[in-house]
């Protein structure tokens, strides 16, 4: 995977870009402008970001991701993850037939849901999933392959299926790996 130098990376215009922030030269970014990423963090090849959209520390987005921040926003707090092809939309259309849809139409005729998604310290989403607009992934949360995710999850809580339920409650032993990798770092 070829990824852009430091210095295409701080021509780009982005919002904020932290320190060793790797990106693939087949990734699209659309409003750099409004993008915050934090040291450490990854957006893997075929990648679509597009929005407001904050990254935390040591992020990673696998290949094929749509992220999707929109107007109101996307929080991928630290050490956060999504693996392939996952889809996180902070808006959608009304599908119910009242109003019109897709992005040709003016906005008059149209009855878009806009809502700002957060992403919880820990939270991995497992490949194929999708997250739906006003859902808060709680810390630690782990969601498994092809989930859909409408509603917020409890912290530290396994979920699978579609819609996502509740498989088990999630090890928090990582925890005691986050600071011995946090104190390592500090004395390099």
Known sequence: ????????????????????VKISDKASIYNTNMIEIGDNSRIDDF??????????????????????????????DDFSGLAYHVQVFTQSDDYLGKTMTNPTVPKKYKNELMKEIYIGKHSIIGAGSIILPGVTIAEGTSVGAMSLIRKPTKPWTIYYGNPAKILCERS?????????YLKEENNQ
């Open 1 to 20: 995977m070829a990824y852009y130098e430091e210095s295409e990376l701080l021509s780009m215009g982005f919002k904020f870009l932290g320190k060793n």
């Open 47 to 76: 990648c679509v970001v597009s929005g407001n959209i904050k990254i935390g520390r040591n992020v990673h987005f696998a290949s094929f991701c749509l992220i999707a921040g929109g107007v109101k926003g996307i929080i991928f």
């Open 172 to 180: 928090k032993e990582l925890l005691v790996l986050e600071q011995e």
